[in-house]
């Protein structure tokens, strides 16, 4: 069936650091990756997507890629911030429905 | 700004009871899904709803649960006879296009 793998499961870095954390997707009819920060106890929030015709997108400090051939994507935040510390989410969909990996908790430490 | 709202924000229910889990999407939105998030866990799918009836249902979605959108703009869960693993958040969400929408979510605690 449909499966999205995301690594690692947590990381934890130094203010101002990189981050980047991996999702592999099982479905080539994937066509949306989205990337959802999740702060505890609250919903997911939408914080950068990236569709299939596209192999890379930035917004501010925050990046994804995307290697349809592979069926990776990943996502990069740079000069990271202690308010970035949160679960990071990717999705894979191909008609909707919304394919979640198991999250990654970042911790990034002052 | 528009979102979809949900309620309660928070239920406790007995083994065994129904529960309704209401919620209101985003007014021009055509598509409608039912999200699990067992506490620590990922975000799973449980069911599509496209033009008054189900599009796509998980694994998840036995026959202990039913979605309805009764009067046009609430869409609700029920889940007929809870167990105890059904105790987690449940996020409505909605999209027109691709993007999805979520709302704050249920804390379901079945005990």
């Known amino acids: 069936g449909e499966n999205v793998e995301q690594h690692p499961s947590t990381l934890s870095v130094q203010e101002g650091d990189s981050a980047v954390i991996k999702c592999t997707y099982s479905?080539?009819?994937?066509?949306?990756f989205p990337w959802y920060k999740q702060e505890l106890g609250k919903r997911p929030q939408l914080i950068i997507d990236i569709r299939s015709n596209v192999g890379e997108k930035k917004d501010q400090r925050i990046a994804v890629t995307l290697n349809k051939t592979a069926k990776h994507f990943s996502l990069h935040i740079t000069e990271t911030q202690p308010e970035d510390s949160a679960v990071y989410f990717c999705?894979?969909?191909?008609?909707?429905?919304?394919?979640f990996g198991q999250g990654t908790e970042l911790s990034v430490k002052p | 700004e528009p979102e979809v709202t949900q309620t309660p924000s928070h239920q406790v229910t007995q083994m065994g009871q129904e529960v309704i889990l209401r919620c209101v999407p985003i007014s021009n939105h055509l598509y409608f899904y039912w999200y699990r998030q067992i506490l620590g866990q990922k975000v799973e799918f449980l069911v599509s709803f496209y033009n008054n009836e189900i599009s796509e249902k998980s694994e998840i979605f036995d026959d202990q649960f039913s979605v309805e959108r009764p009067d046009g703009s609430n869409f609700t869960l029920k889940i007929r006879s809870t167990k105890l693993e059904d105790s987690a958040m449940y996020f409505c969400?909605?999209?027109?296009?691709?993007?999805?929408?979520f709302g704050q979510g249920t804390r379901l605690t079945v005990v």
């Open positions: 969400a909605s999209n027109s296009n691709t993007e999805a929408f």
């Open positions: 999705a894979a969909s191909s008609g909707g429905k919304l394919i």
């Open positions: 479905d080539s009819a994937s066509n949306y």
